[in-house]
């Protein structure tokens, strides 16, 4: 711990700003008052006593004013901004800050000095702090760091017999302004607890003493939690991500064991949506730790984990599909921090064409294997091409098609090994892309008739044996080969002689 001897709480206010939904969200974190549970409390380390450090009377009166100003601030029509961009993921549209009155102007300034003064000592986070010889009607007021968007549990625990404290959280809002979050005011020795995500910056502990005794002591501090997904807070109905008109495909994770991550995605046009949710093996999850839900418009359903993809076939124009995730507690699937997991939402993918084929002069072969006859052959170079819409037929823009390839099964083990080959769809939802196949030697050989221009040319073709199949990156199940039909045979075609000639 430390003395603040010059801590600054951010430029003075402006005249006006704009600031995005997301920027306002961030400066204004939606904290809830919660249960303290054994695991935050847990979580944090020991730290040395605390000096008592008291604020004035006239602190507490100050940010009350603040206090005013915010709502009255927040409270003022919004004008919408020209700066929002149509498509994207803000959970609304920007807003412009009305301009503050002189007085307005001299109430946050007049809190942020009082903040400066009566708050200077600097704690640790994830450290939990002992206090005693407090006073009924002491105010105390400490500041601390949040250096990274993160999730924080402040709490006011351990009250001695006749204590009874209260705590508010306020926040620096880099404009002047001490922001009122929450207050958790629990009847006598109650713990107090506050939690949610809050973007990077400086905050405040404000606790009052309503009631103490000779003795009385307590203990406080504040948990932060940088391991959370972008799309953090979005861990009720209310705060749910707004996801953009395309088919999303995003990776997340459960920060807490009660964490459970909100999405709701508007089809526009009616279209169909698609919903499929996988896990992230690389971060050590896997699907069964996770459970995939989705509002039926009267309960929450959940889909099964053996079925790869859900379609809403019928939304309506303008329908709201929801879902959540929420970690597995079964005790064969234990819960990790670590974990990822990855979902798809939004318009259901549409493969209108897909076609893989070698070049326009290739002397086909008849060879064959184990695996069949050799449906698509190529020389030194293999063009694909894949087509996606949605249900609707518009265009699905920046989706990766992949076309999966082994060029060369061992014919000793038969094992196939694919390699990926991925493109982008472009503004047509269009993706074309070519493999260079380079040369080989041949495991097989076969023999052919070419009939060209009143000749019977018999080839000696030397060739490989290989499969391909193609899918889409955000969308399983799309694509060709699958369950039923694995793959599409494939022979690269190594050398060919002409072997004889004559006159039909």
Request: net charge negative; aromatic share 8%.
């Amino acid at each position: 711990m430390h003395s603040k001897k010059a801590f600054m709480l951010g430029a003075v206010m402006a005249a006006s700003c704009f600031v995005s939904a997301f920027a306002l969200a961030e400066q204004y974190p939606q904290l809830t008052q919660k249960t303290a549970r054994p695991a935050d409390k847990q979580g944090l380390k020991q730290g040395a006593k605390v000096a008592v450090h008291k604020a004035s009377a006239e602190l507490k009166q100050q940010l009350q004013a603040a206090s005013q100003l915010k709502k009255t601030t927040l409270n003022a029509k919004p004008v919408a901004s020209a700066a929002v961009v149509e498509g994207s993921a803000a959970r609304a549209p920007a807003i412009k800050v009305l301009k503050q009155s002189a007085s307005q102007a001299g109430v946050a300034q007049v809190a942020k000095a009082a903040l400066v003064a009566g708050c200077e000592t600097t704690l640790d986070i994830n450290v939990l702090y002992p206090v005693d010889g407090v006073q009924t009607g002491d105010l105390l007021c400490y500041h601390f760091n949040v250096p990274q968007k993160s999730r924080i549990n402040a709490l006011l625990i351990g009250q001695s017999e006749g204590t009874d404290m209260s705590l508010t959280l306020f926040q620096d809002d880099g404009q002047g302004n001490p922001i009122p979050l929450v207050t958790s005011d629990n009847p006598g020795t109650a713990d107090e607890s506050i939690g949610g995500v809050v973007s990077a910056g400086d905050y405040y502990w404000f606790m009052e003493t309503k009631a103490a005794v000779a003795g009385s002591t307590f203990q406080f501090g504040v948990a932060v939690d940088s391991n959370i997904d972008d799309f953090e807070p979005n861990d009720t109905p209310d705060t749910a991500f707004q996801l953009p008109d395309t088919l999303n495909f995003l990776s997340a994770n459960a920060d807490t064991l009660d964490d459970v991550d909100y999405f709701d995605f508007t089809a526009v046009r009616g279209q169909a949506v698609g919903i499929a949710l996988t896990a992230d093996a690389a971060s050590g999850s896997t699907r069964g730790k996770w459970i995939l839900e989705r509002f039926d418009g009267t309960q929450w359903v959940t889909l099964g984990a053996n079925i790869p993809t859900t379609t809403v076939s019928s939304p309506g124009v303008n329908g709201v599909v929801k879902v959540r995730v929420r970690p597995n507690q079964h005790p064969n699937e234990p819960w990790s921090p670590n974990g990822k997991y990855t979902l798809s939402l939004g318009s259901s993918p549409r493969m209108n064409s897909g076609e893989v084929k070698g070049e326009p002069t290739v002397i086909r072969a008849p060879g064959s294997s184990p695996y069949g006859f050799m449906t698509t052959q190529a020389y030194r170079t293999l063009n694909w091409s894949m087509n996606l819409s949605d249900s609707t037929g518009a265009p699905l823009v920046g989706l990766h098609p992949i076309l999966f390839l082994d060029q060369h099964i061992n014919p000793n083990t038969g094992d196939i090994l694919y390699k990926a080959y991925p493109a982008t769809t472009n503004s047509s939802g269009q993706a074309t892309s070519t493999v260079n196949l380079g040369t080989c030697f041949g495991d097989f050989e076969a023999t052919s008739v070419d009939y060209s221009m009143g000749y019977n040319n018999t080839w000696r073709t030397e060739y490989n044996f290989g499969v391909w199949r193609m899918g889409v990156l955000e969308f399983p199940g799309i694509g060709i080969g699958g369950d039923n039909v694995q793959f599409v045979t494939f022979g690269h075609l190594c050398k060919q002689t002409l072997i004889s000639s004559t006159k039909s």
